[in-house]
């Protein structure tokens, strides 16, 4: 009877895995996807996409002090999956910062190669998004809808560094982790990675989808190699920033 036992271990062992990965999808990104995909059935049934377009960071009160409380708020209650993330982790067994590659140290190598993957993925990045606006597959994306306060920018920025941890934690550390513990194969993780990160940027279009499914290729597999989280932190930081505080300053002169 022992070894029966032991031969069930592995499959039950892999099933509270999924599970867990199944509830963390669920509270975080997973949800997003859902309702990406949602929001672009709908934009389709409505017209053309070319003609419809969507805002990020919207503001969330037309009293100032209230906005700035939600923002906030949004960003604690945004991260809280990623500290979940940590806790499983961690109780599991694994020292989740080194395992995640989040830890600093090597900042100026991690800072460097956050800067070069910024490069190699925003301007690629901006092509397919006006190639898919040119041919219609692309919603207009504001990346900027709040008001101009004293705080907008810190709360941009701030909203750049929430959204990074969230998917480069959960999508591109967590999410490779995991299904490496439950035996995938490396073409298998990669996939699901890229194809969860294409799929919670489908509300803005067909183009933004396919652009950020390449970039989860690229991430996920340069986390499965390194195992370093904090390079691709740093790159998709700044890229919000870039998208994020540019257009805020600059919205009276861009024109998407």
């Given at each position: 009877?022992?070894?029966?036992?032991?031969?069930?271990?592995?499959s039950r062992?892999?099933?509270?895995l999924g599970?867990?990965?199944?509830?963390?999808?669920?509270?975080?990104?997973?949800?997003?996807?859902?309702?990406?995909?949602?929001?672009?059935?709908?934009?389709?049934?409505?017209?053309?996409?070319?003609?419809?377009?969507?805002?990020?960071?919207?503001?969330?009160?037309?009293?100032?002090?209230?906005?700035?409380?939600?923002?906030?708020?949004?960003?604690?209650?945004?991260?809280?999956?990623?500290?979940?993330?940590?806790?499983?982790?961690?109780?599991?067994?694994?020292?989740?910062?080194?395992?995640?590659?989040?830890?600093?140290?090597?900042?100026?190598?991690?800072?460097?190669?956050?800067?070069?993957?910024?490069?190699?993925?925003?301007?690629?990045?901006?092509?397919?998004?006006?190639?898919?606006?040119?041919?219609?597959?692309?919603?207009?994306?504001?990346?900027?809808?709040?008001?101009?306060?004293?705080?907008?920018?810190?709360?941009?920025?701030?909203?750049?560094?929430?959204?990074?941890?969230?998917?480069?934690?959960?999508?591109?550390?967590?999410?490779?982790?995991?299904?490496?513990?439950?035996?995938?194969?490396?073409?298998?993780?990669?996939?699901?990675?890229?194809?969860?990160r294409g799929?919670?940027?489908?509300?803005?279009?067909?183009?933004?989808?396919?652009?950020?499914?390449?970039?989860?290729?690229?991430?996920?597999?340069?986390?499965?190699?390194?195992?370093?989280?904090?390079?691709?932190?740093?790159?998709?930081?700044?890229?919000?920033?870039?998208?994020?505080?540019?257009?805020?300053?600059?919205?009276?002169?861009?024109?998407?």
């Open positions: 009877m022992q070894p029966a036992a032991s031969s069930s271990a592995p062992i892999q099933l509270l599970l867990e990965i199944l509830v963390v999808l669920a509270l975080s990104l997973g949800r997003s996807a859902f309702y990406s995909i949602m929001a672009l059935i709908d934009a389709f049934t409505r017209g053309p996409l070319s003609e419809q377009s969507t805002a990020l960071n919207r503001s969330a009160s037309e009293r100032p002090w209230f906005d700035l409380v939600y923002q906030l708020a949004d960003a604690v209650f945004t991260l809280a999956p990623v500290a979940l993330v940590l806790l499983l982790l961690t109780v599991t067994g694994t020292r989740a910062v080194q395992a995640l590659g989040m830890d600093a140290r090597r900042p100026v190598r991690d800072a460097l190669w956050g800067v070069a993957l910024t490069a190699c993925i925003g301007l690629p990045g901006l092509a397919i998004y006006y190639l898919g606006r040119a041919l219609g597959a692309t919603l207009e994306v504001i990346p900027a809808a709040l008001d101009q306060h004293w705080w907008t920018v810190p709360v941009l920025i701030l909203h750049a560094l929430k959204n990074a941890l969230v998917e480069e934690v959960i999508v591109a550390g967590y999410l490779v982790l995991r299904l490496e513990q439950m035996g995938w194969q490396p073409v298998a993780i990669t996939a699901t990675s890229a194809l969860l799929a919670y940027h489908l509300y803005q279009g067909i183009g933004p989808g396919l652009a950020n499914m390449l970039m989860g290729v690229v991430f996920a597999e340069w986390f499965r190699r390194t195992r370093r989280t904090m390079p691709l932190i740093i790159a998709h930081t700044l890229l919000d920033v870039v998208a994020f505080v540019g257009y805020a300053l600059l919205r009276d002169v861009i024109s998407t």
